[in-house]
T-cell receptor
């Protein structure tokens, strides 16, 4: 089967750095995506990794290790507006091309 | 460009009633998706369509049907609504997957339909 694990909650202070980990089990792995969702809103795309290594986009970076079935999202210079839920999602070719989302990590940023 | 639009935004149904959720995208994307999100949980894939004329089941297809009417539109139908189908429903679309990384692989989500079945 397919499964993803990520922490349910993380709390950090404004200006700090936080890392949200994601481990996955799936066949037909294609890539790992990260999405942000504010309360009452729709998910918005942050990053996608298909190859091992670090992908940097402004204050956000995403890392993938295919051999360890592991990835993380790194948020730097945290701002209050970063308080949201963050989802990792596996893109996999398994009985067709599918996206499987994790349960999400709720990030609370404190002043 | 409007991106991905969904109608209605809110809906209350009685058990056994039927309804169709509409989704349209104006980005010329081949792939379209329907997800449901229950409180405090991630998104679960109901159905997806890799291209016009094709549909495939996702993780939780039971109780739902879909129609890919044309390249722009992908509808989700509840034939006989049940309280367990109370959820927020998101439609999404995506262009061709870029193998390597980064921008180009994102799914664009609509604003969601908040459905309550009593």
């Amino acid at each position: 089967g397919q499964s993803l694990e990520q922490p349910s909650e993380v709390t950090a202070v404004e200006g700090a750095i936080v890392q949200i980990n994601c481990t996955y089990q799936t066949s037909g792995f294609y890539g790992l995506s990260w999405y942000q969702q504010h309360d009452g809103g729709a998910p918005t795309f942050l990053s996608y990794n298909a190859l091992d290594g670090l992908e940097e986009t402004g204050r956000f970076s995403s890392f993938l290790s295919r051999s360890d079935s592991y990835g993380y999202l790194l948020l730097q210079e945290l701002q209050m507006k970063d308080s949201a839920s963050y989802f990792c999602a596996v893109e996999a070719m398994t009985g067709g091309f599918k996206t499987i989302f994790g349960a999400g990590t709720r990030l609370f940023v404190k002043a | 460009n409007a991106g991905v639009t969904q109608t209605p935004k809110f809906q209350v149904l009685k058990t056994g009633q039927s309804m169709t959720l509409q989704c349209a995208q104006d980005m010329n994307h081949n792939s379209m998706y329907w997800y449901r999100q229950d409180p405090g949980m991630g998104l679960r894939l109901i159905y997806y369509s890799a291209s016009e004329g094709t549909t495939d089941k996702g993780e939780v297809p039971n109780g739902y049907n879909v129609s890919r009417l044309n390249k722009r539109e992908f509808s989700l139908r509840l034939e006989s609504a049940a309280p367990s189908q109370t959820s927020v429903y998101f439609c999404a679309s995506r262009g061709p997957l870029v193998v390597r990384w980064g921008v180009g692989n994102e799914q664009y989500f609509g604003p969601g339909t908040r459905l309550t079945v009593t």
